[in-house]
């Protein structure tokens, strides 16, 4: 079974998203729904995402891949269309079992760290086990093990400005990851660092996430990021879904040419040519 399921999701916001919904079917198009005051958000988006896998979810500002992420917690819901998590389908979550849900399956990481700044960074990554009803002793000693994974040994009783960027989302992550809950939900969470504090971070989430196989649903704008971490990697264009593959299918075989751009730009970053499809390493 798969750990996240989104099947024929399409989500429009606005004052009458049902009746934006019937138009855009009959064949109206983004304009049309804009000058109704609808935003088309994602078209049509059927996506499946095995348990202990690494999907990283990509696309330009405003293909809506924060809609996307959000519907899986429930913090969006589609116009049409229906999500499953380890075949739970949300939508049918009663307001208890939403918060069970919240605190036991799915954990969330923000791209602005989400930390509330008058609590330490012990308390601060503690909080999710502390809404879970958690022993102070219990859930101290769990987030003092995670903190200490992070890096963040020693730092304990700091408040969040006391750090630096990477290490608030270093706290952003042990919170995340203290709770145990098998699918991790991660909005963009390294755009706001430095490119090398972001490489940091990003190989200690590879290794933590082949540690304690967790399901993992990344959002990012960098191609180059999510070839890096992904098993798999859903490119998004005005809502729709354009591909999905591993990071070489994408790089190597992009669906069209508004992927081949991204990949082309990935290339450039690197300093390398453009990867050539039907090259073949040089026969020894
Ligand atoms: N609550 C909302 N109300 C109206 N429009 C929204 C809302 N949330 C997102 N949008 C619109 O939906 C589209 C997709 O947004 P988003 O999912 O945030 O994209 P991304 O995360 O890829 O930048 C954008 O056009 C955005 O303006
Ligand atoms: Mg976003």
């Known amino acids: 079974m798969p750990a996240i399921e989104i099947e024929g999701v399409t989500t429009i916001f606005g004052p009458r998203p049902r009746r934006a919904l019937a138009a855009w079917r009959a064949g109206a198009g983004k304009a049309e729904l804009l000058a109704g005051g609808h935003v088309l958000a994602l ?48 939508a049918g979550l009663d307001r208890r079992g939403l918060e069970a849900f919240r605190r036991g399956r799915v954990a969330m990481v923000f791209q602005h760290f989400g930390l509330l700044p008058h609590r330490t960074v012990l308390e601060n990554a503690a909080y999710g086990l502390e809404i879970r009803g958690e022993a102070r002793a219990a859930r101290e000693a769990v987030t003092r093990d995670w903190l200490g994974r992070v890096g963040l040994s020693g730092y304990e009783d700091r408040l969040p400005r006391a750090l630096s960027g990477g290490m608030r989302q270093r706290v952003g992550l042990a919170r995340a990851l203290a709770v145990g809950t098998p699918v991790l939900l991660m909005d ?11 490489v940091e971070l990003q190989d200690e989430l590879a290794a933590l996430a082949r540690a304690h196989s967790r399901t993992i649903l990344f959002v990012t704008h960098d191609l180059d990021e999510a070839a890096r971490l992904a098993d798999r990697i859903a490119i998004l264009r005005d809502g729709a879904v354009v591909q999905v593959g591993t990071p070489a299918d994408i790089l190597e075989r992009p669906a069209d040419d508004h992927v081949r751009a991204f990949v082309g730009a990935v290339s450039r970053a690197r300093g390398q040519p453009p990867s050539r499809p039907f090259a073949s390493p040089s026969a020894g």
């Open 43 to 90: 078209a049509d988006v059927s996506l499946s995402v095995g348990a202990g896998e690494f999907f990283a979810v990509m696309g330009l500002s405003g293909s809506g891949k924060s809609t996307l992420i959000r519907h899986v917690n429930r913090l969006v819901e589609p116009t049409e269309g229906r999500i499953r998590v380890d075949g739970v389908d949300v």
């Open 188 to 198: 963009e969470p390294f755009s706001a660092l430095d490119p090398l504090t972001r």
